[in-house]
């Protein structure tokens, strides 16, 4: 048994201030720290005590990530492994566990703030509304790694839900099809943030599957950029919204008697 613990810690999706109370405790307690290089943003290692090691994963293949974080586990209390966003999501979580499992490497996960999340708040967006979609599907398209059966976007498309892409944008085309596909008209509203919440770097792109490529390539976008294409965008401005039952007053529930 090793004497520390391995913490898979989600550090949000850039600004520092959006990892939780939780995960900036464990950095400030951290006797070793791997990071993502491509999107963590280095400024999360500004609660890292002295003394602590700090590495960035960007060179490292998977093998030499887990050598690392289990080497480190030998000697030190609490090893951290600090990931983009939530670590549950496109994380390589279960192939890092795994092996930590198999060496008796104790472990635990921090929930973070994942990229889709920070999308919405940077164009301030509802996911779900009312009578339009009560429903949010995180997915991708298909790149390098195949999907599953029943999971390509134009299947999932056919539900006219809320849809978060990852790692897509150089794809765009690939989405745009996908909606079409599905009968998504030419004038459905689509988002793409690129760097959401990352101080001075976020960009807002809106727009609709007919005209987003051409905005995302005027824009310069090509990585790190959530693709959000849903019939709730741009509802800010909508003079006809159906409210939530939660907040109308003649609604009653669970915490909430209506009035008369
Ligand atoms: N675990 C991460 C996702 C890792 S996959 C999370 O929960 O967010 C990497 C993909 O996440 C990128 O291709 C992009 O689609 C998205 N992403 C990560 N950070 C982002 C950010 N700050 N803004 C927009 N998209 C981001």
């Known amino acids: ?4 613990k391995v913490w898979f810690v989600g550090a949000g999706p850039g600004d520092p201030d959006l990892i939780t109370v939780k995960g900036r405790d464990l950095i400030t307690r ?5 990071f ?3 999107l963590v943003s280095e400024a999360a290692m500004r609660w890292a005590p002295a ?7 960007k060179d490292m293949a998977l093998e030499e990530i887990i050598a690392w974080l289990i080497a480190r586990a030998q000697t030190n209390a609490v090893v951290l492994r600090l990931q983009t966003g939530d670590p549950s999501l496109y994380g390589a979580l279960i192939e890092m566990a795994q092996p930590l499992d198999a060496a008796g490497v104790d472990i635990g996960v921090v929930p ?3 990229s889709a999340m920070a999308s919405a708040a940077a164009a301030v967006e509802s996911l779900t509304l009312p009578e339009v979609t009560q429903t949010v599907i995180l997915t991708r398209v298909e790149g ?3 999907m599953p059966a029943g999971e390509s976007l134009e299947d999932l498309a056919r539900h006219h839900c809320t849809l978060c892409v990852y790692l897509s ?6 989405v745009v099809g996908a909606l079409r596909a599905a009968g998504w008209p030419d004038d459905a ?3 793409v943030v690129h760097k959401a919440s990352w101080p001075g770097e976020e960009k807002i792109i809106r727009g609709c599957i007919a005209d987003i490529r051409d905005k995302c390539r005027a824009a310069k976008i090509s990585s790190q950029a959530m693709i959000i294409a849903s019939p709730a965008l741009g509802a800010r401005e909508w003079p006809d919204l159906k409210k939530s039952k939660l907040y109308d007053a003649t609604f009653t529930h669970r915490f909430r008697r209506a009035s008369e």
């Not at 944008?169 to 690939?174: G, P, S, Y």
């Open 1 to 4: 048994m090793s004497v520390g």
């Open 51 to 57: 003394g602590c090691e700090v590495a960035d994963s």
């Open 30 to 34: 951290a006797g070793a720290i791997l």
């Open 144 to 146: 390098r790694t195949p």
């Open 189 to 191: 509203p689509m988002l």
């Open 169 to 174: 944008i150089t794809l765009l085309q690939r």
């Open 112 to 114: 973070g703030v994942t």
């Open 36 to 38: 993502a290089g491509s």
